[in-house]
């Protein structure tokens, strides 16, 4: 028999890894806004200005600095 909570996660779809800029600093708080204009809030360390990874509300690590590019299909 299979563990019940492994089943559970394994149908739950993961978090999404995100890049945005850090826009504001409050505590171990970072405002970061994602090239769409909208706003999240994580947790992590960077600093203002900076391009970072973010994935279910941690910054991952800091991204590199590139022109985003949307694809349409």
Do not use: H, Y
Request: no cysteine; proline share 8%; aromatic share 2%.
């Amino acid at each position: 028999m299979s563990n019940p909570l492994k089943q559970l996660r394994a149908l739950l779809p993961e978090s999404p890894l995100l890049v945005g800029a850090v826009t504001s600093i409050s505590a171990q708080l970072r405002t970061v806004e994602l090239p769409d204009g909208s706003k999240l809030t994580a947790r992590g360390d960077a600093g203002i200005g900076d391009q970072v990874f973010v994935r279910g509300g941690t910054i991952e690590g800091l991204a590199p600095s590139l022109t985003p590019l949307e694809i349409v299909l």
